[in-house]
């Protein structure tokens, strides 16, 4: 196993200070090892998640070799070539493991934003303190944007968020957490082989969720409430003036629409499976409200917006992979995780086998299917 940092790398570096798990511990598990603390619907620190793996890393005794940045992969006869800083390997297999999340997806307008704004991506960003004073806005409403809003908005500056596509949750329903219905009822087991328009599923946002001890719900009807200013999707940056979509009162009622069609589905899972007595009665939730008027332009030259944080999701990184198994768009092409080159899995994708795939607890059950592949690989190909 080759790691470029440490084991739990991206939790270690990545990550912004005060960030928690989404998912409560009980959830977080891995094979044969799952979270045995007092707290089983609390929600990990970074200290902790870092913890929790590097606890997994020992137990499972891994042969992690740190350090060691894989710089190529190239195929070779019946294998691949593989380079690294410290050296060179040969294997007849290879799987990617390499994280959903190395880079930060910045739309290409951000070319345009005025050189006196300071940009951060969430990758960069660790505390509000790192930016300057002012006003800032964030662009991206999923589980990032709304987690940054909240905290900045908290530091007593003035946030406008710029909303797009967004998946809207409540953090508890019928009084268990959201992400226990995903569980229980099947949704996050859900296969990619079952998913209609798989291409659509892999690219959803993350749902505006925050893991807090209080179990707080983080909508765009929390935030606004809180006086965070919402706004429509950056559609462009002219002259220096941000252009923002008028579309919010539909993205809302998109997002609305969809929630409620989840929570549909876990009503009927509870009442078919006969489980309503474990669960309290169901609920419907506000409508997100639409503001009475909303900004379509923001002259960024203004001074009232010093800073602005790109939420606007991640992306892998396959610069190091000289191998013709990318897309034009530089999306890996695999079938469940068999990548498209003879021996070569990868895993921790967005439904890469289920819904589940590119969460922690996803990886357990993909690992199991893809070892099964590749164990079958390597006897056919003896
Ligand atoms: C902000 C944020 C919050 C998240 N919150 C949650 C959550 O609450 N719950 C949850 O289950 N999931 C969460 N996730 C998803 C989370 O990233 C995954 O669940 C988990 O990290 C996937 O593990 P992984 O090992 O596949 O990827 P990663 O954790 O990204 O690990 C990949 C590793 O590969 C190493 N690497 C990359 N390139 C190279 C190279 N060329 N050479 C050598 N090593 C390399 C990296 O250093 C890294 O250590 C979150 C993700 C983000 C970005």
Redesign the pocket.
């Given at each position: 196993m080759?790691?470029?940092?440490?084991?739990?790398?991206?939790?270690r570096h990545?990550?912004?200070d005060s960030?928690?798990?989404?998912?409560p511990n009980w959830?977080?598990r891995l094979p044969r090892y799952r979270y045995e603390g007092a707290d089983p619907d609390g929600?990990m620190t970074m200290a902790q998640v870092v913890q929790f793996i590097s606890r997994f890393a020992a137990l499972s005794g891994a042969p992690v070799r740190t350090h060691?940045?894989?710089?190529s992969v190239r195929p070779t006869d019946g294998g691949y070539h593989v380079t690294?800083q410290t050296g060179e390997l040969r294997c007849r297999t290879v799987v990617l493991?390499?994280?959903?999340?190395?880079v930060a997806s910045v739309p290409p307008l951000h070319q345009a934003v005025p050189a006196s704004i300071r940009c951060v991506t969430?990758l960069e960003y660790r505390n509000p303190g790192q930016l300057p004073e002012g006003g800032v806005m964030i662009v991206g409403a999923s589980?990032?944007g709304v987690q940054l809003a909240d905290e900045v908005h908290r530091s007593g500056r003035h946030v406008t968020l710029s909303v797009g596509e967004h998946v809207r949750l409540p953090r508890s329903y019928r009084g268990r957490d959201v992400l226990w219905w995903m569980d229980a009822s099947g949704v996050w087991n859900q296969r990619y082989d079952e998913i209609d328009d798989l291409a659509r599923a892999r690219k959803l946002p993350?749902p505006q969720l925050v893991?807090t001890p209080e179990h707080v719900t983080l909508d765009l009807n929390a935030l606004s409430a809180q006086g965070v200013e919402l706004v429509g999707r950056l559609a462009a940056v002219r002259d220096g003036h941000a252009l923002f979509s008028g579309g919010l009162r539909n993205q809302f009622a998109l997002a609305d629409l969809k929630m409620d069609r989840l929570l549909d589905t876990f009503d009927e899972w509870a009442r078919a499976e006969t489980r309503t007595s474990e669960v309290g009665p169901p609920e419907r939730f506000e409508p997100t409200r639409v503001p009475t008027s909303t900004r379509l332009t923001l002259d960024l030259r203004s001074g009232e917006i010093r800073s602005i944080s790109w939420a606007t999701g991640?992306r892998p990184?396959y610069r190091?992979l000289d191998v013709p198994v990318l897309d034009r768009k530089g999306t890996l092409r695999h079938e469940g995780g068999v990548v498209d080159a003879p021996g070569m899995y990868a895993?921790?994708?967005p439904v890469l086998r289920r819904r589940k795939s590119?969460?922690?607890?996803?990886?357990e059950d993909d690992a199991r299917d893809l070892v099964d592949h590749l164990v079958g690989y390597l006897a056919t190909t003896a």
């Open positions: 080759l790691e470029r940092g440490e084991v739990a790398n991206s939790w990545e990550r912004w960030l928690r798990l989404l998912t959830q977080s929600f060691s940045t894989v710089t690294t493991a390499s994280g959903a999340c190395n969430p589980a990032t993350s893991g991640f990184d190091w895993i921790g994708l590119s969460f922690i607890h996803g990886a």
